[in-house]
């Protein structure tokens, strides 16, 4: 039981770092104009 | 019955203007706003000789009469119309003794409207502080003005301004520049177009981009579309009128105004003399520099050695309490050892920051910015250049966005293609580790081996800025001339708020902005660091047992020798082993090369990639850099990072363009993907070749 549930997690959180990956370097995000260091990040780091 | 006259007082903004207004007007002032703008308008009363009464307007303070803000389409639509209520009778350009060649710019501008126009010479009592003497006869026979030199900060020349104000008919409205000098047949054009207008007032209206809302518009509509050039050229004819008015001015101040430097005795000239000087400058700047990087060195050492503790501690301690599983190995090889190999490093980032603000608020900047341009001149660059590369040691996104001030394209273009080799943030934690890795901890005087590697690192960065500048300026074929004037601030003691938010943003940014990526690659490498295809993978157990049966092994080598089977045909180890024989011969294996590979979504990920792929199958708790110092040389044997392979790698990373973000940026402020595909091209095979010869020759 533990392994099972174990595994869902690392299925979770491999397919959620993943997503993420994708969204922040391959999605076409709406044109910011916040500069670097405010909220929105120039996404550099 | 007494006469009231329009006083208009104009003039660039801290010259004092408003203290001119106070001291004519009293207490007999109003304030309010110009109609439908958020402009404040101040408008007083001043009672002047032989009963005449002068109705005093404080206009928004400009440089120039080419408007690019609403309070400066305030000053210039008043000038324009005539049938203004409040449409001067005599200008009153106020200047700055220390500043009169760039306020005499707007005072030649007003000139040219045919407006009486009256010179006011403030702050006179800094003259013998600045070591500056003034010829007003011949100032007023070339400027064809009167000049009242005056002290509001000791009521001096009040009197005489009022006199000078009551006698404006006297005051010649012959105009400073011919108009029709800047382009002869342009001019003639519109002369002809529209005779009974004044020239110089056409030409404004023709190149502003001004909301007239109170002039006639058909009147100006008409003018306006009077355009038989393209606004490129318009553009440039304003810049030759600038020129021109320049060149006006420096040949009246040649005679009429002497500066001697040596005489000044003010704290601020003292200190210019010295920061500025063209050796001193420089060595000043250089111990700076050096009193930096060994301060970033000494001063964080004790909090990152506590953070690298903590974070290996945490991993052992996860490890322990929870039970045991893939999650729990996820959180104790991948995510813990990859957020720490970024949370290590904010002690040097905020540091570095600390300093950067401090020089920032205290003026100092400023004067390495004007220093550095007798550099910069000599590789095709401006000193406006300077602003983005010194921007770079934070990012290079905000750095070539800041190009945008550069009016001259192949200047901006060069400045852009070169910015991502200054030493962003981002490769600091690389260098950190790979130095405090192969660099020894020796010292020359009070100075470490370390720091001054780190140091050489940054100058390598900003040499090969300027160098590929220079190279850049010879290859582009674009023509231009371009201008360089920066403001000087006075000194100041930085404000402890000021640089405490800019340290806290700084920090912040690059801890959250990085953290993000990083855990996300950290649970990503880790998942292909755990799991692999076929039988090599899945059978590692059963292979290693049967290929050590043989020989007498304790439990605990065999289980060293099962992981590393494990991780070699793993996905990552797979991948990693693919290209191998490209990196091999700089000296890197294949973890390394994982970590080349994912660093290209940002550069500080190397080091939490090595955390992560290190960490994987080992129960000890050990810190990053032990983990990385004990890593061996599958081929070779001994350390993997020595001495030839660690400055290989620095160097690899000093040139190449691993940064994924910086390309997007590229594109987007150059328009193409020409320039960012050159840019990572040639960065990244030039920085494959140095790496390569380094490794070889340090071998």
């Given at each position: 039981m533990n392994t099972i549930i174990q595994n869902i997690l690392v299925f979770t959180a491999m397919i959620l770092a993943v997503s993420f990956l994708i969204k922040k370097f391959f999605w076409k995000k709406s044109k910011s104009k916040k500069a670097c260091g405010g909220d929105g990040g120039c996404g550099c780091h | 019955m007494s006469k009231q006259i329009n006083v208009a007082l104009i003039g660039n903004p801290n010259t004092g203007k408003t203290s001119v207004f106070n001291a004519l007007t009293g207490l007999n002032q109003k304030v309010g706003n110009y109609p439908g703008i958020t402009v404040e308008k101040k408008e007083g009363i001043c009672k002047l000789p032989r009963g005449i009464k002068a109705h005093i307007i404080d206009l928004p303070g400009t440089y120039s009469l080419n408007a690019s803000s609403l309070d400066e389409n305030v000053v210039i639509e008043l000038l324009l119309n005539k049938n203004d209520k409040d449409f001067p009778d005599v200008a009153v350009v106020v200047s700055d003794v220390e500043n009169l060649k760039r306020n005499l710019l707007l005072f030649t501008q007003i000139k040219d409207l045919e407006i009486p126009t009256l010179l006011v010479i403030n702050m006179a009592d800094r003259m013998s502080y600045k070591g500056i003497s003034l010829n007003i006869d011949y100032l007023e026979k070339h400027l064809e003005t009167k000049i009242a030199l005056i002290s509001t900060r000791k009521n001096e020349g009040i009197e005489n301004l009022k006199n000078l104000i009551t006698n404006f008919?006297?005051?010649?409205?012959?105009?400073?520049?011919?108009?029709?000098?800047?382009d002869k047949d342009y001019f003639d054009n519109l002369r002809k177009a529209f005779p009974n207008q004044l020239l110089y007032k056409l030409w404004l209206v023709i190149t502003q981009d001004v909301?007239?809302?109170?002039?006639?518009r058909n009147e100006i509509e008409a003018v306006a579309n009077f355009k038989t050039k393209s606004k490129g050229d318009l553009k440039r004819l304003q810049q030759k009128e600038t020129i021109k008015r320049y060149q006006f001015i420096n040949n009246v101040l040649k005679k009429g105004q002497t500066i001697d430097i040596t005489q000044a005795k003010d704290l601020r000239t003292k200190l210019d003399r010295i920061l500025t000087h063209k050796i001193w400058g420089y060595i000043i700047f250089f111990i700076i520099l050096l009193v930096i990087f060994q301060a970033i060195y000494d001063w964080s050492s004790v909090p990152m050695d506590f953070i690298d503790n903590v974070f290996a501690s945490l991993s052992e301690w996860v490890k322990n309490m929870l039970p045991n599983g893939a999650f729990t190995n996820l959180l104790a090889e991948g995510i813990i050892p990859g957020l720490g190999g970024i949370i290590i490093f904010i002690p040097q980032i905020a540091f570095l920051f600390l300093f950067i603000a401090v020089l920032e608020e205290s003026g100092y900047m400023s004067r390495v910015v004007f220093l550095m341009d007798r550099v910069m001149r000599r590789f095709g660059?401006?000193?406006?250049s300077v602003v983005p590369l010194i921007s770079g040691t934070a990012c290079a996104i905000p750095a070539i966005m800041a190009t945008r001030n550069i009016e001259n394209w192949k200047e901006r273009l060069i400045t852009i293609l070169v910015t991502p080799f200054t030493t962003c943030s981002a490769r600091l934690p690389v260098y950190l580790i790979i130095i405090s890795l192969v660099i020894p901890e020796g010292h020359i005087f009070i100075l470490s081996y370390q720091a001054l590697t780190l140091m050489l690192l940054y100058l390598i960065g900003f040499g090969s800025a300027v160098s590929s500048a220079y190279i850049l300026n010879k290859i582009l074929k674009i023509k231009s001339k371009t201008f360089f004037v920066v403001e000087m601030p006075n000194y100041k003691l930085p404000m402890f708020k000021n640089v405490a938010l800019t340290v806290i943003e700084k920090t912040k940014s690059f801890v959250f902005g990085a953290g993000k990526i990083i855990l996300a690659i950290s649970i990503v490498l880790w998942f292909l660091a755990s799991y692999g295809p076929g039988e090599q993978f899945n059978n590692a157990e059963t292979i290693v047992k049967l290929e050590y049966a043989s020989q007498n092994i304790d439990e605990e080598d065999l289980q060293q020798k099962i992981a590393s089977h494990k991780l070699e045909y793993s996905f990552i180890g797979l991948t990693g082993r693919a290209i191998e024989p490209v990196i091999r011969p700089l000296g890197y294996d294949w973890k390394i090369g994982i970590a080349l590979i994912s660093s290209f979504?940002?550069?500080?990920v190397f080091v939490g990639t090595l955390a992560t792929i290190y960490s994987v199958g080992s129960d000890e708790e050990e810190t990053i850099k032990n983990r990385m110092a004990s890593e061996i040389n599958p081929i070779l044997g001994g350390p993997l990072f020595t001495f030839a392979s660690g400055i290989s790698l620095l160097l690899f990373y000093a040139f190449a363009m691993q940064c994924m973000s910086t390309l997007a940026i590229v594109k987007k402020e150059t328009n193409s993907w020409k320039w960012p595909i050159l840019q990572l091209v040639i960065m990244t095979v030039f920085a494959y070749i140095v790496a390569l010869i380094a490794f070889q020759f340090l071998k």
């Open positions: - | 008919k006297e005051l010649p409205v012959t105009p400073c520049i011919d108009a029709s000098k800047i909301n007239f809302g109170k002039t006639d660059l401006s000193g406006k979504a940002a550069r500080e």
